[in-house]
């Protein structure tokens, strides 16, 4: 299951290896975008689509539905959400005993480093959080990865992994020297989102867990 999907780049491709899926988001702009492109791959991907806010998906799914999933996806959706700490009820609901949470998330110590490289010092110097325009994709709502892990260990999962992603490239003003190779930016990337204490400065963090 891939939760506050978007365009489900990542769940259509697992659709495409063969898996089922259910695919949701609350926007249905977005759904009709990945659908798509679903059906570019193949029109009988194992794909269902529910247009809708998260919360509702219980309910949807239906209670008499015991079948729970080996995969939850949540990329990039807690971060948006009024009530983060609510989705790890969710996802107690619906992991298989032994399932993967994959869980990617906005690392607000981000925010911090980047306007410091910047020198946006004011963007800094204010008590409370705030995105830096509205029309940003800075969200509202970023939470700090030690709650995330803290709500981690309080329902039970065990970290397998963690990453960090974007964990240079968005902080570097200047396209030269390496940053003009792609390629080589992301074989970067890859060793560094592995390694510390360079990940914890990724512009998203990674958490693969399971319980
Ligand atoms: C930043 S996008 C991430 C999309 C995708 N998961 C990715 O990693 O590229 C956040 C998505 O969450 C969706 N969203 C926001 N609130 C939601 C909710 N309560 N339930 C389901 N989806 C929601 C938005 O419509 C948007 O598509």
Known sequence: MDVGAGLAQIAIELAAQGHTLV?????ANMLEKAKAS???????????????????????????????????MCHALLEWLAEPAAVMDFFDQQLADNGALSLCFYNPASFDYRNLIMGNFNLLDNTEYKADNKKSLTPNHPVAKEEVESWLAAHHYQTIRTSGLRVFHDYAPLKRGG???PEAVIRMELRYSQLEP???????????ATR
């Open 198 to 208: 360079y990940k914890w400065l990724g512009r998203y963090l990674h958490i693969l």
């Open 23 to 27: 695919i949701n988001d609350i926007s």
């Open 38 to 72: 679903a059906a570019q791959i193949d029109e009988d991907l194992n794909i269902t689509w529910y247009v809708c806010p998260y919360q509702e998906l219980p309910e949807k799914l239906g209670t008499e539905n015991s079948e729970k999933f080996d995969l939850i």
């Open 179 to 181: 940053h003009n190779d």
